[in-house]
């Protein structure tokens, strides 16, 4: 029996990594230019301005991204003087860490202009392809998860 042909442009693997790289390169470039800010830096400050306070562990499971990222982008917060780190009493090994009062600063200039792209991003379906997109990337989230 013949085996069936990978056609890589219609792999759906490969079709969801490439428009994720095209979306991530459009806000990098966004907020690199504008606010000095790498991806991962800006999702760091993105998680800890909804949370307050997060470990790096707690970012690494919530972003999906390494460690070595999570804690490259940290430092880079933390030389920038837009987070802090103040130690874990409950786990000596960890670090809290949170916006300073410059980084959360930044982070409400930078939300209106995250909302905007979302937006911008969601004119190109329609809202209701918008939230129906949104609720098919969870499904397919959740599955891999279950399949991994």
């Not at 790289?21 to 760091?44: D, Q, T």
């Not at 837009?82 to 939300?111: K, W």
């Not at 969601?122 to 129906?132: D, N, P, T, Y």
Request: hydrophobic share 45%; charged share 25%; glycine share 6%.
């Amino acid at each position: 029996m013949p085996t069936k042909k990978l056609t890589l442009g219609a792999f759906l693997p490969y079709q969801l990594s490439i428009t994720s790289n095209a979306v991530s390169n459009l806000i990098a470039r966004a907020y690199r230019g504008k606010f000095a800010l790498k991806l991962p830096e800006w999702r760091v400050m993105a998680l800890l301005g909804e949370s307050d306070v997060a470990t790096q562990r707690q970012l690494v499971t919530a972003t999906a991204m390494d460690k070595v990222t999570i804690n490259r982008a940290c430092k880079a917060l933390e030389e920038r003087s837009l987070i802090s780190r103040v130690p874990n009493t409950s786990d000596g090994r960890s670090h809290h860490l949170a916006l300073t009062p410059a980084g959360r600063d930044l982070y409400e200039h930078i939300v209106p202009e995250a909302l905007t792209l979302e937006a911008e991003l969601e004119k190109i379906l329609g809202s209701g392809e918008a939230k129906l997109l949104e609720a098919m990337l969870a499904q397919l989230r959740a599955r891999v998860v279950e399949l991994g």
